[in-house]
């Protein structure tokens, strides 16, 4: 019992340890002020990442930059993190995931080509580089539910998803639409296995950033929940809210915004 004490009183200790390094960061991130140097644990974050706690298996949340970054509203601030020579990828990657999820990749796109302008050697980092090819591609912001076949049969669910698309459709916000709707359809078989689970028939299955090729601007990675060709008909539409059918489910795609260099 002595042993097991000592090691939840070390664990409760290191919390406590990365809590004031996260009050202290996030002072720092508040305070900043545009034309002020980026706080200096954002551009390198001590030696990359901070270690789990020894013994406890865990990832702290602050112990990564990502999880500071994430958090930020100050646009002016991403794009500093962004162009500043010294941040590392990490920093770097997180900065822009989050300046195109606050603005958009046209935002991007755009501050791009004012830094091009006026430091066009900054583009020599294979960082800024990379990212100016991406954002010559189309995008759609989009936010996508599912209903599964195994929950619910094809023509009752294409029924659930149109109520949740005229909500939609007549104003309402993403967030109120999947609530109520979502609300409406819970998962009673989970729940009569666990009283407390919070399970619905409509899943909440993607909210970001993709190009017609299914490529994930915001995580660089390929969002695979996406059937290409529901892909290929949104960026066709390039905006809206539609219902398609698959296989694997019925989805409901809610265009946020559409953006293409080319136009």
């Given at each position: ?8 009183l ?5 919390f406590q340890?990365?809590a004031?390094l996260?009050?202290?960061l996030?002072h720092?991130i508040?305070a900043w002020?545009?034309g002020?140097?980026?706080p200096?644990?954002l ?7 901070i270690?789990?706690i ?8 602050g112990?990564?930059?990502g ?5 930020i509203?100050d ?11 010294r941040s590392?990828?990490?920093t770097?990657h997180a900065?822009v ?6 603005k958009g990749?046209?935002h991007v ?6 830094r091009?302008?006026?430091e ?5 980092r294979s ?8 954002v010559?591609?189309?995008y759609?912001?989009?936010q996508v539910a ?17 109520a949740m698309?005229?909500d939609l ?10 609530r109520?709707?979502?609300d ?5 078989r989970?729940r009569?296995?666990?009283p407390?689970?919070v399970r ?5 299955l ?5 190009s017609?090729?299914?490529f994930?601007i915001v995580?660089?990675?390929?969002a695979e929940s ?5 892909l290929?008909?949104?960026?066709r539409?390039k905006?809206?809210?539609?219902i398609?059918r698959?296989?694997?489910g019925?989805?409901?795609y809610?265009?946020?915004s559409?953006?293409d260099?080319?136009s």
């Open positions: 019992m002595k042993t097991l004490a000592i090691f939840v070390s664990c409760s200790i290191g340890a990365h004031q996260d009050t202290n996030t720092q508040r002020r545009k002020d140097a980026p200096a644990r551009l390198k974050f001590p030696d990359g990442k270690d789990t020894p013994g406890c298996d865990l990832r702290v949340i112990s990564e930059v999880d500071y970054i994430s958090e509203q646009a002016d601030l991403l794009a500093a993190l962004m162009f500043d020579y590392q990828p990490d770097f900065a995931s989050r300046l195109i999820t606050l990749v046209d796109s755009r501050i791009l080509a004012e091009r302008k006026t066009p050697g900054a583009f020599t960082e800024l580089a990379v990212l100016s090819q991406l010559r591609a189309p759609i912001a989009v599912r209903i599964a076949p195994e929950d619910m049969p094809t023509e009752k669910a294409d029924t659930a998803l149109q698309r005229t459709q007549a104003g309402a916000s993403w967030a109120d639409a999947y109520k709707h979502s409406l359809h819970p998962d009673m989970d009569a296995k666990d407390k689970s619905t028939l409509v899943c909440y993607y909210d970001s950033t993709v017609p090729s299914g994930d995580t660089y990675s390929i996406l059937p290409l060709e529901h290929r008909e949104l960026f539409a905006r809206g809210t539609h398609f698959a296989a694997d019925v989805y409901l809610h265009v946020r559409y953006y260099d080319a």
